[in-house]
């Protein structure tokens, strides 16, 4: 039976157990339950702290699990990314009041503030810069330069609205670009987990049924090779003759923000009745 990690609260808690329920597995409505069996799909999931999942998966102890990359490489566990998941995106950044800093460089010698601080002196040893201390706080990391507890900050930027609010200004190149991941364990000697390739392809399909929609439409036979040139498919259209033996109907996946910019495209083209629908679930 394939052991899961899921965050049990936080940012990354209610996609995290959204896309499972869509991978077709049973999912927990009281969040109090902390181990969930699902005997149908073979799995059992636990719902941890997002921050212990790596170190959880790492040493074996469950086989997979969903966290942060961010988390996970400031865990220091030998759990490795097996799936990027597309979201909790953000970027990890320094900050510091307006006009202090502009570079790595400029955290020489000064206090840094973090959740992350093995990712933070990793990234400044990496870096050749040595600051004068790292201070590793929970949360509202923000507020310590304000407090004197420290003159950088390094924390988790989305919008930016939480570092305005605290009269912060972000510098230097993102530390880290993070999204959610799934992770396995890192020793391969110990053997891929059963189950985690159907764990895999289920929420593969789940996430290309979100960005793809499928394209439907008609076009003249001259004109097949222009519109499939603009629409290549994930892998090759499919392409029918019509009753009318001039004509040719395409019916291909196209990423979903993509969707108009390519309608456009093919009418230029000729197309014509060009018909779009959602994939409700697929396996790629
Ligand atoms: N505002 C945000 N936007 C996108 N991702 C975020 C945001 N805040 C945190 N994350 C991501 O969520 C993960 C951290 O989850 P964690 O549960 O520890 O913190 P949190 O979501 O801030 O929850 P809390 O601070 O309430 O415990 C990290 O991967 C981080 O990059
Ligand atoms: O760039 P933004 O869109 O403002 O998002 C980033 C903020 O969101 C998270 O904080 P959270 O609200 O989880 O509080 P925390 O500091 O207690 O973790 C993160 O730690 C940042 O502070
Ligand atoms: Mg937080």
Redesign the pocket.
Same mark, same amino acid.
């Given at each position: 039976m394939l052991r899961i990690a899921v965050?049990n609260?936080? &940012?990354?808690?209610e996609p995290a157990v959204e896309l499972l329920r869509e991978a077709g597995y049973r999912q927990r409505r009281d969040s109090r339950e902390l181990v969930l069996p699902d005997p149908d799909n073979d799995v059992e999931f636990f719902f941890l702290?997002?921050?212990d999942i790596a170190v959880y998966v790492g040493s074996g102890t469950v086989d997979a699990g969903i966290?942060?990359?961010?988390?996970l490489l400031d865990s220091g566990s030998p759990a490795v990314e097996h799936l990027p998941l597309g979201f909790?995106? &953000?970027t990890?950044r320094f900050a510091t009041t307006a006009g202090q800093a502009t570079s790595v460089q400029d955290v020489e010698g000064r206090r840094v503030a973090t959740?992350y601080p093995v990712l933070v002196a990793a990234h400044l040893r990496e870096q050749g810069v040595t600051p004068a201390g790292v201070v590793r706080l929970?949360?509202a990391v923000e507020t310590a330069i304000r407090l004197g507890v420290a003159d950088v900050i390094a924390d988790?930027?989305?919008?930016g609205s939480?570092l305005r609010a605290a009269g912060l200004e972000v510098f230097a190149d993102p530390i880290l670009r993070?999204?959610?991941v799934l992770v396995r364990r890192g020793d391969e000697g110990a053997g891929v987990p059963a189950g985690l390739d159907v764990l895999t392809r289920r929420i593969q399909g789940v996430l290309t049924a979100r960005e793809y929609v499928l394209m439907d439409y008609d076009v003249p036979q001259d004109l097949v090779d222009a519109a499939v040139a603009v629409t290549p498919g994930f892998e090759s259209p499919t392409v029918s003759p019509l009753h009318d033996g001039g004509w040719a109907a395409v019916r291909v996946m196209v990423p979903r923000r993509e969707t108009n910019r390519i309608m456009d495209a093919l009418y230029d083209i000729g197309a014509r009745a060009i018909l779009v629908t959602s994939i409700h679930a697929c396996r790629v």
């Amino acid at each position: 039976m394939l052991r899961i990690a899921v965050p049990n609260k936080g &940012s990354l808690s209610e996609p995290a157990v959204e896309l499972l329920r869509e991978a077709g597995y049973r999912q927990r409505r009281d969040s109090r339950e902390l181990v969930l069996p699902d005997p149908d799909n073979d799995v059992e999931f636990f719902f941890l702290r997002p921050r212990d999942i790596a170190v959880y998966v790492g040493s074996g102890t469950v086989d997979a699990g969903i966290t942060g990359r961010d988390l996970l490489l400031d865990s220091g566990s030998p759990a490795v990314e097996h799936l990027p998941l597309g979201f909790a995106r &953000s970027t990890f950044r320094f900050a510091t009041t307006a006009g202090q800093a502009t570079s790595v460089q400029d955290v020489e010698g000064r206090r840094v503030a973090t959740s992350y601080p093995v990712l933070v002196a990793a990234h400044l040893r990496e870096q050749g810069v040595t600051p004068a201390g790292v201070v590793r706080l929970d949360g509202a990391v923000e507020t310590a330069i304000r407090l004197g507890v420290a003159d950088v900050i390094a924390d988790v930027v989305e919008t930016g609205s939480t570092l305005r609010a605290a009269g912060l200004e972000v510098f230097a190149d993102p530390i880290l670009r993070s999204e959610a991941v799934l992770v396995r364990r890192g020793d391969e000697g110990a053997g891929v987990p059963a189950g985690l390739d159907v764990l895999t392809r289920r929420i593969q399909g789940v996430l290309t049924a979100r960005e793809y929609v499928l394209m439907d439409y008609d076009v003249p036979q001259d004109l097949v090779d222009a519109a499939v040139a603009v629409t290549p498919g994930f892998e090759s259209p499919t392409v029918s003759p019509l009753h009318d033996g001039g004509w040719a109907a395409v019916r291909v996946m196209v990423p979903r923000r993509e969707t108009n910019r390519i309608m456009d495209a093919l009418y230029d083209i000729g197309a014509r009745a060009i018909l779009v629908t959602s994939i409700h679930a697929c396996r790629v």
